[in-house]
């Protein structure tokens, strides 16, 4: 089969390195003659394995040691509601900014649970933008400020981190370890694995300690962040194969350089794929403003709509699969995460220079 670069928004594409080194350990992990899936979630043998991956992911992001680590089954979603049945406390009141439709999809859960003030953000308006703090109406009152720092759907990225007096906590899903973050500033991170960190079915939380209290009564222990921190994850079963997969991105990603590899790399992936769509305006939109651009997630539209069915069923026969945008907005999008490398943007290049020469 010839070579395919999987474009996929999420669960996304994972390095070809991180996949090769789980099938030659899959039936036979370090020796032992059993898959690393098969063993115990108590024994030293996975034990090893998850405290590796946390260490990693601590030297990846240099989490300071007042964060407590988690990697717990289920989505970022899940995260949606943790988040205010643990922070709300006695205040009763959040504030998010709603920037696109994972922001809605957080405060939807989060208004189960409180009152919600919507910071910044219009209902109606596409989102193509993102309002600057100034313009932001914040609760000094507010239990924590909520937001999403890539908004996967949109292809928009904030460049640049809100200052508040409240606990920040960040839906960073689509852009974890694509680029250097200062821990200390945020409350709370969390983010689903299956685009820059692994598969599907784990997510991570990193919280900073003083924030851990009694979540909301009638919490299920398994969203209980102080109770999960206090049995560091283990709880109950954790997702033993994900969180092992995890820890090979993460290895991976500390030989090729960490996170200041990877955010070189994604820079350039991600200005030479908008320089190129801004070069072709006659034919490729896109209309997010340039300083909100996702290095991410790069969304673009043929000018003649018509188009867009020929050009992805000739990218997939040209091995650039999963360009289709989300259904909500249409059009195409490629995502670029860190597992994708720059060769494969070139070729997605190429071949929209050819498809534009073509049908232009
Ligand atoms: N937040 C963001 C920014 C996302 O991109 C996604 C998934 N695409 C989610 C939350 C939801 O994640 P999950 O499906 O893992 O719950």
């Known amino acids: 089969m010839s070579k395919v670069y999987n474009f996929s928004a999420g669960p996304g594409m994972l390095p070809v390195d991180v996949m090769q080194q789980a099938q030659a350990e899959m039936l036979d992990w370090h020796g032992l003659g059993m898959s690393i899936m098969e063993l115990g979630h108590r024994g030293p043998e996975f034990q090893a394995v998850a405290d590796q991956a946390i260490a990693d992911l601590r030297e990846l ?15 970022a979603s899940t995260h949606f509601a943790m988040v205010p049945l643990n922070l709300m406390g006695g205040k009763k009141t959040a504030d998010y900014v709603d920037t696109g439709i994972w922001s809605k999809k957080a405060i939807a859960e989060a208004r189960r649970y409180g009152n919600i003030n919507i910071a910044a953000g219009l209902e109606e308006e596409r989102f193509i933008s993102i309002p600057p703090q100034s313009e932001w109406n914040l609760n000094p009152e507010a239990a924590y400020l909520h937001y999403t720092p890539n908004e996967t759907i949109e292809g928009i990225e904030f460049n640049w981190v ?41 997510n991570v939380a990193i919280i900073r300690e003083d924030l851990l209290q009694e979540p909301l009564l009638n919490t299920p222990s398994l969203y209980n962040y102080k109770l999960q921190c206090e049995h560091h994850s283990f709880y109950n079963t954790p997702p033993t194969y994900n969180w092992y997969l995890v820890g090979l991105v993460l290895d991976w990603m500390k030989r090729k350089g960490g996170v200041s590899h990877f955010e070189k790399i994604n820079q350039r992936k991600s200005e030479k794929l908008y320089q190129f769509i801004d070069t072709y305006a006659e034919f490729y939109i896109n209309n997010v403003d340039p300083s909100c651009r996702s290095r991410m997630n790069v ?33 195409m999008r490629a995502s670029i995460y ?10 997605l290049i190429e071949f929209m220079h050819e498809f534009a020469k073509k049908y232009g």
């Not at 992001?61 to 989505?75: E, Q, R």
């Not at 860190?338 to 943007?345: D, L, Q, S, T, Y």
């Open 61 to 75: 992001m240099a989490i300071p040691s007042n964060y407590h680590v988690l990697f717990l089954a289920g989505g």
């Open 299 to 331: 969304i673009f539209k043929c000018k003649d709509p018509v188009l867009e069915p020929t050009f992805l069923k000739l990218a997939t026969e040209a091995g650039l699969a999963n360009l289709r945008g989300h259904k909500l907005l249409g059009g």
């Open 162 to 202: 809100p200052e508040v007096n409240v606990p920040l906590v960040a839906d960073m899903s689509s852009m974890i370890l694509s680029r250097h973050i200062n821990v200390s500033d945020y409350g709370i991170i969390y983010a689903g694995a299956q685009k820059n960190m692994g598969p599907a079915g784990i």
């Open 338 to 347: 860190n597992a994708m490398p720059e060769e494969g943007v070139d070729k």
